[in-house]
């Protein structure tokens, strides 16, 4: 269909707005779709995201009403925004053994006690909240504290129907743990193959359905369980948590190295525990140590995605079973751990884009006359 001298001032004006991220403008990507020119001088149109959990889609939004309310015959612009998520994954495809699963997002911490369990709650509930498909796998098979911390304190039951199993729904995130399966009062003393088994099954044996995004929780260290879920399914990408301290940095930098190895890309860094305010006299106390993970960002060259400030909410959340993105929304820690939900997301849209090789429209403009 041939367009218009108006629909294609209006593309030349949108022609300004720019993701800044992947560094082209919102026509060129593919962006902009259904426009609408009515003759009073409506334009409508709609901007599709390769996420709905955009942290800047409302300043695209009004940049794009800006842009187009500026031609002189426009009385009225209606922007819708929507969102595709795009594939980061391996060729930018998904994956027979978990079909309609978009993005694989493992959360991982060289070491135990950084709250690598708590972040990838929280990441998991807040791209929730951004308006994404989530599922939340914990496959810290020696360690399961998600159930805890999302508030199954009691045993779920688990159904199975067509031959496939369903995840709990828990804050609308589909869950899987093996704490749903194991007592709770035994310890799990398993070797290397039964681990693999175990991640294959939640993979495979469960029916996660359409999903934007699957948050795997990822036990500490370089063991069997990350070496599995990479050999098992191409990752879109891992987020490593640490605290500032040299210590956790130098358990990080392994594994860091591993996931390089088994080229896994790294979205980036999250630095949990950064400081305590003083609920007293407000002055901030960097108990661990001054930007760790940041200098751990840029020696491995990937972003640093954000500092999580130590506040007893977060940890009252997590025994409560009430992540603190949901229970205190406004506390700095929850901001902090919505920004870096935003940031992953980002970073995932990213790596999606670099998957088509850089340059392949990521949508198809429609035009629909009046």
Known sequence: MAISTRDQEVLDALRVVRDPDLHRDIVALGFVQDLTIEPSGVVAFSINLTTPACPVKDDLRDQ???????????????????????????????????????????????????????????????????????????????????????????????????????????????????????????PVIWRGPMVHGAISQFL????????????????????????????????????????????????????MAMFKQLEVPIIGVIENMSYFVCPNCSEKHELFGRGGGERIAKTFNVPFLGQIPLQMNVRTGGDEGKPVVMADPESPAARALSSVAGEVARQVSVLAFQARGNFVPLGGLTIRKT
């Open 64 to 186: 794009a009403r800006m842009a187009v309310a500026n031609l002189p015959w426009v009385t009225e612009v209606q922007v819708k925004m929507t969102a595709n998520t795009a594939v980061a994954r391996g060729n930018g495809s998904t994956t027979p053994l978990i079909p309609r699963v978009k993005n694989v997002v493992a959360v991982a911490s060289g070491k135990g006690g950084v709250g690598k369990s708590t972040t990838s709650v929280n990441l998991a509930v807040a791209l929730s909240q951004l308006g994404a498909k989530v599922g939340l796998l914990d496959a810290d098979i020696y360690g399961p504290n998600v159930p805890l911390m999302m508030g199954l304190k009691d045993k779920p039951e688990v159904k199975g129907a067509n031959g496939s199993i369903e995840p709990v729904m828990r804050f609308g995130i589909k869950l899987v743990s093996i704490g749903f399966f194991l007592d709770e009062n035994k």
């Open 204 to 255: 495979k044996d469960f029916d996660w359905g359409e999903l934007d995004y699957l948050v795997v929780d990822l036990p500490p260290g370089t063991g069997d369980a990350p070496l599995s879920l990479s050999q098992l399914i191409p990752l879109s990408g891992v987020v490593i948590v640490t605290t500032p301290q040299d210590v956790a940095l130098q358990d990080v930098a392994k594994g």
